[in-house]
């Protein structure tokens, strides 16, 4: 079966830590994947995405994700956490070509402490 | 440059009544148009997607439907409000059928159900 999984519901880091936000998928095919954030009554923004090119995807915001393979993980890092990286994040999976909606992570809130 | 405009923000129903909740798309032809709601504390879950005008898919049985009348606007009905109903009603667009289009949306619409 295909599914995604974020491994954590809530991440709290202090102001200027490194961030990782953890995301494993399940699938027979090679998917394309993507980070979305949300902010508080907001809809949800493109932060970066995979789509079998260059393992490591830059994003928007200073965000970056690692395609691995053998691990079917898509794990999204900051460097430097700021406090307006305060929001909710989403993994999504997409599975196959046509007109397949996109598969959604539960999401992880991800909470910045001063 | 492409644009999605989803309104009213916030709406609070009586249960019992109807609704209509607007999406329209600019800038881009023959979208592919999605509904979901994010109830609290959840993920998202898909309720619609339309590849054309007029075309619907619904992915859960429920008392909403969706309309396409145009080939940029898809329309979110209710004709009786069920408490349950209750959420944050998310409009999204994708440029094609490919699995690397990423879906860009709107601000959302929080409808509180009384």
């Known amino acids: 079966a295909q599914s995604v999984t974020q491994l954590d519901s809530h991440v709290s880091v202090s102001e200027g830590t490194p961030v990782l936000l953890r995301c494993n998928y399940s699938?027979?095919?090679?998917?394309?994947l993507f980070w979305y954030v949300q902010h508080p009554n907001k809809g949800l923004q493109l932060l970066l995405k995979?789509?079998?090119?260059?393992?490591l995807v830059k994003g928007i915001n200073g965000f970056e994700a690692e395609f691995k393979k053998s691990e079917t993980s898509f794990h999204l890092t900051k460097p430097s956490a700021h406090m307006s990286d305060a929001a909710e994040y989403f993994c999504?999976?997409?599975?196959?070509?046509?007109?397949?909606?996109?598969?959604f992570g539960k999401g992880t809130r991800l909470s910045v402490i001063a | 440059s492409q644009t999605i405009h989803q309104w009213p923000a916030t709406l609070v129903q009586p249960v019992g009544s109807p609704l209509s909740l607007e999406c329209t798309v600019e800038?881009?032809?023959?979208?592919?148009l999605y509904w979901y709601r994010q109830a609290a504390g959840r993920g998202l879950q898909l309720l619609f997607y339309?590849?054309?005008?007029?075309?619907i898919s619904s992915e859960v049985p429920q008392n909403l439907s969706a309309s396409r009348p145009q080939d940029r606007q898809f329309i979110l009905s209710s004709k009786k409000l069920l408490l349950s109903d209750s959420g944050f009603y998310l409009c999204?667009?994708?440029?094609?059928?490919?699995?690397?289009?990423?879906?860009?949306f709107g601000n959302g619409t929080r409808l509180t159900v009384t």
């Open positions: 995979y789509t079998s090119a260059a393992t």
């Open positions: 999504v999976v997409s599975f196959l070509s046509g007109n397949t909606p996109l598969v």
């Open positions: 999204a667009w994708s440029s094609g059928t490919a699995k690397n289009s990423p879906l860009h």
């Open positions: 800038g881009t032809s023959n979208p592919n």
């Open positions: 699938s027979s095919y090679s998917p394309s």
């Open positions: 339309s590849v054309g005008i007029g075309q």
